[in-house]
């Protein structure tokens, strides 16, 4: 998607789709995130972009279910330097990384599977050219042919 889908955040937390006209939860929207959309959500009252927040409620949400989001040592770095070096990192190279990272799995699922599909076509090309005949068939047929003249005699 081009356009990014813009949410309102009221101070009773609740978001609403300015695109659907309807309100909707933090599930809704990590939902609408997973099919490649992109958001932006504004307070409400103060039109401030709050987008970073609603992300990282989602973020933490996820971590809460699964009870655990990073390592504790680096929890521990991010509240120790907090905006000096940290902020850098992630602006900078975390996003970085983590494209780079997406780009070669994609790029290795493609090979992997071209690959597959290289093995199933040289195997079906195999299995059309080989001989449907016997490599003994002679040997057998030329025995008959003795035993056949030796039972008529």
Known sequence: MDTPIRF???ANRRLYNIT???????NEIEEIIR???EIVVTEAKTKEDVTAFILTQIILEQAKNKNTLLPVPLLHLLIR??????????????QRVIGSYLEYKQAMDIQFQRWLDLS????E???HGMNP?????????DRDKDKNRNDDK
């Open 81 to 94: 330097y907090g905006d000096n070096v940290l902020i850098d990192f992630f602006d900078n190279y975390l």
């Open 133 to 141: 005949v016997n490599p003994f068939q002679a040997f057998f047929t």
């Open 8 to 10: 309102k955040k009221y």
């Open 35 to 37: 099919q490649g959309a």
């Open 125 to 127: 090309t195999a299995q």
């Open 20 to 26: 659907d006209s309807r309100y909707m939860n933090l």
């Open 120 to 123: 199933k076509n040289l195997a």
